[in-house]
């Protein structure tokens, strides 16, 4: 574990994170093996199910998440015939947006990495969720689900500005969008999901008296960041990768199948509501109010609501 520390010995890291891939796969494997997912993590936060609240795991790809990491609704996915009171997702199958969207791999449009848990912008791309949550400048046509993400207040000249210091590889380090170290005057900047692989992202604990944070997310280089934060960051990254890359989706399960095209139809259908919704706003039109919508002031400039439900 010290030569992970070591900022001049990056063979001795990568070997050491490539040691700790191989570890959870064969765990996860072996959880698989005997029907037991085992403890699952948050794709987001990297957190478990105490830390953050319920935790939902796609049936098509394996990934999962807190409910409030990722926007999900609290009727979303409640089955009629089996409600339960514990989580809505505890009788029936819930399918991620980009199982929903039939996209296998889908690209992030704010950095280079694969894998993790995605979002769909409100013009088709897609983009981390975490990256999302930890770019400025990232809107939402629905803050409150977290979705119709909008990179309109991001200028194109953001793309490649600055050079991800955590990146593998020179020329990826050069594109996407970086965020930077929120220590005082550092001036480390890295990709968000560079800087989630590295257990460099932290959250600001909720206060008791109930006071609302306007920005809860932060990040550190490696020098600012806790040492012991961000080695739990790493096993638990490296665990959710593995998950995912495992996960089989069963289609002889007839119910998961039928549950899946469902989700697909039903995602469409409320996507394009979303967009059309979106484009009346950005058109001129967006002192108009539509049903389940509330005007936000702060994005009036843009048209855009607060509120979206379909």
Known sequence: EEGEEGEGNMDTEAGTIRSLVTMAET??????????????????????????????????CGIAVHEGCYGVP????????????????????????????GVKSPVCELCPNKGGLFKETITGSWTHMV???????????????LCGI????????????????????ADAAKTGVCIGCDAGFCKSTFHTTCAQKQG???????????????DPYFAH????ADKDMSRKARRAFVSVMARQKNFKFDATDERNVQYLEQAKKDYIVGFKKMQDYYHLGHNGTGGQHLPGAVNDEKHSSVGKMSVFKW
């Open 200 to 214: 460099l992202l932290c959250e600001a604990e909720d206060k008791d008296d109930d006071t609302e944070i306007a």
């Open 27 to 60: 765990s996860n494997k072996s959880q698989e093996a005997q029907g037991d997912g085992g403890v699952l993590l948050c794709a987001v936060c990297l957190g478990d199910s105490e830390s953050g609240g319920d935790i939902v795991a796609c049936d098509c």
């Open 150 to 169: 909008t990179l309109d207040r991001l200028p194109r000249s953001k793309w490649g500005a600055k050079v991800c210091q955590l990146c593998e590889n």
């Open 74 to 101: 609290d009727d979303e996915g409640e089955d009629q015939d089996t409600k339960s009171d514990i989580s809505s997702f505890t009788t029936i199958p819930w399918f991620c947006d980009p199982c929903k969207a």
């Open 131 to 145: 990256c999302c949550l930890y770019t400025p400048g990232v809107e939402y046509v629905n803050p409150t689900l």
């Open 221 to 224: 280089c490696k020098p600012h």
